[in-house]
């Protein structure tokens, strides 16, 4: 047989059930991705005799004496295909992992195809964007501005990897070769609730390949949390890399490391565990009643709130006096709002590699958006030597909060110091679902009052989290639920009863928002509910109880004392929904014959950096070429970051983008950061970055000012001048060298003090009243991100956030069975947005400046998530008549409820 | 994905050199559904591709669909002017909730073999009053309606060892108007619901499928276009609730309230805008 591949023969022979994903993989054609194995994503598009298909469905020996194309063979002789050239040239890509299965769609696409994108592009799901950017690319936009010396801030550049995602070859977390790797695979828990007796792993061992088993006998029994915090006690120890109970259905029973995967998986199966079932409780209002069962009977040390009742925390707050509040109000609404289990979907399945290098030092290589956090507490669990350990990622395909855990960097560095071999493992898409995190599912029980000239007198909540059975960011999601959503209300009332609560679910943890979605939900229907009562516009009610610049912000969240309110885009944002929504677009849709239809807004205010300190180094550096070296520790999983990094660097050293070498999110370059989360990207370690530019900046014009004399040094892009005089940065930097002077500076930013940043929201929606489908006729966000860097990726942020909450809002919902078992962990039965899902969106910019953020910028990475249920919700309210207090807005269960009220 | 306990893939050339069928083997058609689970339960694959056999003819009898026919080559497949309810197939092969992609690879066979109530190949097939033939283990063939082939989610006719060859589609069920209606819970998602109304213009006859609503084909056949009362009737008596299929791609009682609403839509389309 005979395999060609771009042109080029293999001898290599699939083995008989393996797929032609996996082969081409083999043989090192590493642009064709994984996305879900099971044909529903597209990530793994290749051109099997010039037709598109999805490689993993494809049996590989079908491939035989056929001519596959993957990414990698599009461009020819050196020139990118038209199709790469123009994703590169509208910039249609965030994270960039479906990219490659895009483009090799989009460039199989005949014309009618094209003029049909919602159709065309069904078969290939971008967690990231959105779709725009990429309908942008198939129709030939251009979204790129050029870069100027000393102005690149402000300006839509491109992300320094875009010719690498374009042509296939960007590295993500399994796109290397290394010798010798073993593959891991984990048994897992078919109970929801269980004690394991003992396992036999005698079978196991007996497969050909099986070079070893790790049960709980074999785990450090240290307790820790899979949550990364900066600091540890932000969540409870109640975790074991592999424990002697199982709380879940999907929990690791044990690990297998074998030479294949085949081998791996077949020695799960002949592992034999003996099971004592415990009672499993599911509900959280359930759980915390007397008599559930308990699901972690730890002491004091593991800092869980109120372990019999299993409470992981809770809140109780008081502010003024509801009851009087509500005695004052002329309309008073009460509802209960209930959101569901969602789960992030990034592309990019959980996936990490271990090794020892010759030197020692032990190399995980991960897809995280947290390395230097993993990196301590990979430390604290092995006893090791943090000098000796190295937690890096290259570019990480999709994160979105689910990243922001050690949930698989444990076990196969376990793996790794046990058989002093490489060990790889790579999460199925099903044990995403089943075996990673979701989003807190939360009852909130909302109750607020108003007067009748729209002035808000009470608001109160009761909050049940439901964390699952670990609990990884319970207590903080919990309390940031309880925080922004109504501390950006003016109200002389409040009042907050929360608990997060363990049941014996996956795990919930930190998802987009972060506890602001869930009760963002609640408030901002109660709001537009008491705008109804009182027969004011929703807009105008919010605009007179907004808190204003310099007042307090009153919320359970006590640690606020460090936020700074200091701009008006709030008022802004407002005044963009409103003219945009008056105004018709030809983006916008019309209604069909007989839907009925109605708009909503909602908004959301967000601190621009978690509470208790986020921290960040940067470091930048004088090359002998003259470029920069650039050197961070955030990492990048689309959210664009990096660009805005070099953006931020060169704006401070007066030069371009171009000229920064970046190299970032390595623990082995040294310095700490706290991770790639609470949307601190720009404004933490951008931050960071800017301090170390402008210490650079300085030091270049100190350094040419005592070596060469004279003054008045300015920092050209090349150069430095002063009146007469022009110095290149090559021979500055050789002058340096040579007075052994190293011209390096490093920035460093806590992440104190914080600003606020907005959205709002408007849709205008079409209802079948005869179906309960829903349409989207027009979709408006108004964001105040401060000094807006690269409006191109932060306009990307917000679409894909926007686009994402939609999923959920709409569509999304890991169901669970009444044994704790999951019904839908497939891409196909848990529908993400696909392009025809989506509206074009219009976004629009507040005009402020941050008095914190970098070049006056705010965080723009969560918060456009938060609005989107409500407002779509308020819609659905407008064009029916009945309050929706459960999403997803499911077809079926609108039609169901328009026809039980 | 890998199916790693497959340890032996069989590539007969012909009906003689097919294997005797034994535990934990599987027929191999697309693969689009085999190899989108794990199968740990099948250690050998039996590749009908290898059997060639023509994958669509057209002529005065019908349309016959070899097994293995991909979704691609039906929907491009040239069928005689006067078969009116030909676009029928191209919506169908839209109702995929697969992409274009998809169709290169999966087979009209295989979707039949699948038993999904939302398979739009068996949705198209019954409509059309599609015959199986059945090649069965001892030698032998057997023909069997699709609308019988289904027996209901995941439930069919093949006895094991059985294989699906080919469906007959008679000329006649072409050369009847249709109205096509499908919905679900997302724009391009799996159909909830997926309708096919007919219309003979010879002498009048009406029939109505009902597919991916209930868990297999449901036809009702009237002498004529009924009145909206009439049809809402016949399917309110002739579908219990049971019927009504439930998985996350729809709940059961959304599914019995928007058939009759996609019923009388194909009803007025085929009325011609003069509803009775």
Redesign the interface.
């Known amino acids: 047989m005979s395999y060609r591949v771009n042109g080029r023969s293999h001898s290599a022979e699939p083995w008989p059930g393996q797929c032609l994903r996996t082969f081409l993989r083999q043989l090192g054609w590493l642009g064709v991705k994984k996305g879900c194995d099971a044909g529903d994503c597209g990530a793994c598009t290749v051109l099997l005799d010039g037709e598109p298909v999805h490689s993993c469905l494809i049996p590989a020996f079908r491939a035989d004496e056929r001519e596959v194309t993957t990414i990698e063979g599009l461009a020819k002789n050196g020139a990118l295909h038209p199709m790469q050239q123009a994703f590169l040239d509208a910039q249609g890509f965030q994270c960039g992992f479906c990219t490659a299965g895009m483009i090799v769609t989009a460039s199989s696409l005949n014309q009618a195809q094209r003029q049909d994108l919602p159709r065309s592009l069904k078969g290939n799901i971008c967690r990231c964007t959105g779709y725009r950017a990429i309908e942008d690319a198939i129709r030939g936009v251009n979204n790129v501005e050029d870069d100027a010396p000393g102005q690149a801030c402000g300006r839509s550049l491109p992300a320094p990897a875009g010719p690498a995602v374009v042509t296939g070859t960007e590295r993500y977390t399994l796109d290397v070769a290394i010798d010798g790797l073993l593959h891991l695979k984990i048994l897992r828990s078919p109970h929801a609730h269980a004690r394991i007796r003992a396992i036999d792993r005698t079978a196991a061992m007996a497969v050909p390949g099986v070079e070893a088993v790790f049960t709980f006998e074999d785990a450090p029994r240290r307790l820790f949390s899979s949550a990364r915090h900066e600091i540890t006690n932000d969540d409870p120890d109640d975790t074991c890399v592999l424990d002697d109970v199982v709380r879940f259905v999907g929990q690791r029973v044990a690990a297998v490391v074998a030479d294949s995967e085949a081998a791996a998986e077949e020695g799960c199966r002949r592992l034999k565990v003996d099971y004592e079932l415990l009672p499993a409780v599911f509900d959280a209002e359930e759980a915390m009643c007397s008599g559930a069962p308990v699901l972690h009977d730890k002491g004091p040390e593991s800092r869980i709130g109120d372990p019999k009742r299993n409470l992981v925390a809770n809140v109780e707050w008081n502010h003024g006096d509801v009851e009087q509040g509500f005695a004052e109000a002329d309309v008073v609404h009460e509802g209960v709002y209930s959101t569901q289990r969602v789960q992030h979907v990034p592309l990019e399945t959980h996936c990490a590699i271990a090794w020892r290098d010759a030197d020692g030092m032990l190399n995980v290589r991960s897809s995280t958006q947290v390395p230097f956090l993993t990196r301590r507490d990979l430390c604290n669990l092995f006893d090791l030597d943090p000098a000796k350990v190295r937690v890096f990622c290259e570019r990480v395909g999709g994160g979105f909060g689910g990243k922001q855990e050690m949930l698989t960097e444990d076990i196969v560095v376990l793996a790794a110091l046990r058989t002093g071999c490489p060990i790889k493992l790579e999460l199925t898409r099903e044990e995403q679902f089943i075996a990673t995190t979701t989003r807190h599912p939360m009852r909130v029980a909302v109750k607020a009052g108003a007067r009748r000239d729209g002035t808000l007198t009470a608001l109160q909540m009761r909050i049940v989290s439901n964390t699952g059975a670990y609990g990884n960011h319970g207590a903080a999601v919990l309390y940031h639920a309880c925080g922004e959503s109504i501390g950006v209300y003016r109200c002389p009332n409040k009042k907050i009863d929360g608990y997060a609560v363990y049941t014996n679910n996956v795990p919930a943890g930190a998802f987009r928002g972060y506890g602001s979605p869930q009760s963002g939900f609640a408030v901002e229907s109660a709001i537009d509910e008491l705008a109804r009562g009182i027969g004011m516009d929703p807009i105008e009610f919010r605009r007179r109880n907004v808190i204003r610049a310099g007042e307090a912000m009153v919320s359970a969240d006590s640690l606020d004392d460090d936020v700074d309110y200091s701009s008006n885009g709030l008022d802004q944002c407002f005044d963009l929904v409103q003219a945009a929504m008056r105004q018709e677009r030809e983006t916008d849709r019309a209604s069909p014959h007989g839907w009925l239809t109605g708009e909503g807004v909602a908004l959301t205010m967000i601190h621009t950096v978690p509470p208790k300190g986020h921290i960040a180094d940067a470091n930048v550096a004088l090359r002998d070429d003259g470029s920069y070296d650039l050197t961070f520790g955030t990492a990048e999983f689309g959210n664009g970051t990096t660009t805005v990094h070099g953006q931020i660097a060169a704006t401070a050293l007066g030069t371009t983008a171009d000229r920064m070498k970046i190299r970032q999110s390595d623990t082995r370059n040294g310095g700490h950061d706290t991770g790639a989360y609470g949307s601190t990207g720009t404004v933490v370690a951008g931050r960071a970055t800017q301090l170390a530019a402008e210490a650079l900046h300085d030091a270049i014009l100190g350094f040419a000012a005592e070596h060469f004399g004279g003054s008045g040094w300015r920092l050209e892009a090349d150069a430095v001048s002063s009146p007469g005089r022009r110095i290149a940065l090559t021979e500055l930097s050789a002058a340096a060298r040579a007075a052994g002077r190293e011209l390096s500076a490093g920035g460093t930013f806590g992440g104190t003090p914080r600003s606020v940043a907005f959205n709002v929201q408007g849709f205008r929606i079409a209802v079948n009243p005869q179906t309960g489908e829903i349409r989207i006729l027009k979709a408006v966000h108004a964001a105040d991100a401060g000094r807006v860097i690269n409006p191109m990726q932060c306009r990307g942020q917000i679409e894909g956030g926007v686009a994402q909450s939609l999923g959920a809002t709409l569509y999304e919902e890991l169901l669970i069975d009444d044994t704790g078992r999951a019904i839908n962990p497939t891409l196909r039965d848990y529908h993400v947005p696909a392009f025809a899902d989506l509206p074009r969106q219009e976004v629009y910019f507040a005009d402020t400046s941050d008095a914190v953020g970098p070049y006056g910028a705010k965080s723009m990475s969560e918060s456009p998530y938060n609005p989107v249920a409500a407002a779509l919700g308020n819609a659905l309210r407008d064009a029916t008549g009945v309050r929706f207090d459960t999403v997803p807005f499911r077809a079926d269960r609108v039609l169901l409820k328009l026809a039980a009220d | ?9 069989v590539r007969p050339r012909g009906r003689d050199a097919l294997p005797r069928w034994q535990d934990g083997d599987a027929w ?1 058609a ?3 559904w085999l ?3 794990p199968q ?1 339960h099948l250690n050998r ?1 039996i ?1 009908l ?1 290898s059997l060639r056999w023509p994958a669509i003819e057209a002529d005065e009898r019908g349309l016959r669909i070899a097994a293995t026919c991909t979704i ?1 080559t039906l929907e491009a497949a040239t069928v005689p002017v006067e078969w009116i309810a030909a676009p029928l197939i191209g919506q169908c092969c ?1 109702a995929f ?6 169709w ?2 999966a087979t009209v066979g295989g979707n039949l073999c699948m038993s999904l109530p939302a398979g739009p190949m068996i949705s198209l097939a019954s409509a059309l009053d599609g015959v199986c033939t059945v090649w069965s283990s001892d030698g032998g063939e057997r023909q069997i309606p699709v609308a019988d082939f289904v027996l209901g989610a995941k439930k069919n006719a093949l006895a094991p060892g059985e294989i699906l060859h080919h469906i007959d589609l008679p000329a006649q069920a072409f050369m009847r108007r249709s109205a096509f209606r499908q ?1 679900s ?6 159909s ?1 619901a997926l309708l096919i109304g007919s219309l003979s213009p010879r002498d009048g006859a009406f029939a109505l499928t009902i597919t991916a609503a209930t868990s297999r084909p449901i036809k009702l056949v009237f002498a004529s276009l009924p009145d909206g009362r009439t049809l809402q009737d016949r399917i309110a008596s002739e579908i219990p609730d049971e019927l009504y299929y439930d ?5 059961p ?3 019995k ?2 058939t009759p ?1 996609l019923a009388e839509e194909i009803r007025q389309e085929l009325s011609g805008g003069a509803a009775p």
């Open positions: 994905m890998d199916l790693n306990t497959i340890t032996d893939v191999l697309g693969g689009t190899f989108s689970e740990p694959l590749d591709a691609a839209r909730v697969a992409s274009f992609k998809i290169n690879t919905i819970l997302t724009p391009f998602g799996r909830a998985d996350v791609h729809g709940a009682e959304w599914r309230r928007v609403v």
